[in-house]
């Protein structure tokens, strides 16, 4: 079965909430609050998502976390990279050299394919898609909102 990881799966989240408010700083303890994520666990995923670039923080009192860039431009593919590393749906979609069966391997071709449609898909979704389709902000599948992704998604349907 094919699954992101909680942890990436809580980073979206989070940043999720900070793209709701993407210009004022937000706390910590105020994004577990609001996500129902503990804690330590928020901390850890700002700590990623800082050292990554997509997050900012100052210290201090008046300090927090916004996002490093506007929520248009950062895509669901660049937080799963941030926290997990290259979405690969195998490991010899990570790149040449890493099986032993490459050179006579009738599936690698196929599995690559599916690794690059896998990663168009995550790179077609960003913050502000995932905002614009929270309850919070109308109902919205996050895929009609961008219109390469729903293209791709009508064109299986048909």
Request: net charge positive.
């Given at each position: 079965m094919?699954?992101i990881?909680?942890l ?10 900070i793209?709701?408010?993407?210009f004022?700083l ?5 994004v577990?609050?609001?996500s129902r994520?503990?804690l330590?666990?928020?901390a850890k995923?700002l ?8 997050v900012?923080?100052r ?24 926290l997990?590393g290259?979405?690969t749906v195998?490991?010899?979609?990570d790149?040449?050299g890493l099986c032993?069966?490459?050179a006579?391997?009738a ?12 990663q168009?898909?995550?790179?077609g979704?960003?913050l502000a898609d ?7 902000h109308?109902s ?11 293209s791709?998604t009508?064109?299986r349907?048909r």
């Amino acid at each position: 079965m094919l699954r992101i990881s909680k942890l990436a799966d809580y980073g979206t989240m989070v940043m999720v909430k900070i793209a709701a408010a993407p210009f004022r700083l937000h706390t910590a303890a105020e994004v577990a609050e609001e996500s129902r994520i503990p804690l330590p666990t928020v901390a850890k995923l700002l700590k990623g998502l800082t050292r990554k670039g997509l997050v900012a923080s100052r210290r201090g009192a008046l300090g927090g976390y916004r996002l490093a860039r506007p929520p248009e431009e950062i895509t669901i593919a660049h937080v799963i990279t941030a926290l997990e590393g290259p979405v690969t749906v195998t490991a010899c979609s990570d790149g040449e050299g890493l099986c032993d069966h490459e050179a006579t391997c009738a599936t690698r071709a196929p599995w690559m394919r599916v690794n690059e449609i896998v990663q168009a898909a995550l790179e077609g979704v960003t913050l502000a898609d995932m905002v614009a389709a929270s309850p919070l902000h109308g109902s919205t599948h996050p895929l009609e909102l961008h219109p390469v992704a729903a293209s791709r998604t009508q064109r299986r349907q048909r």
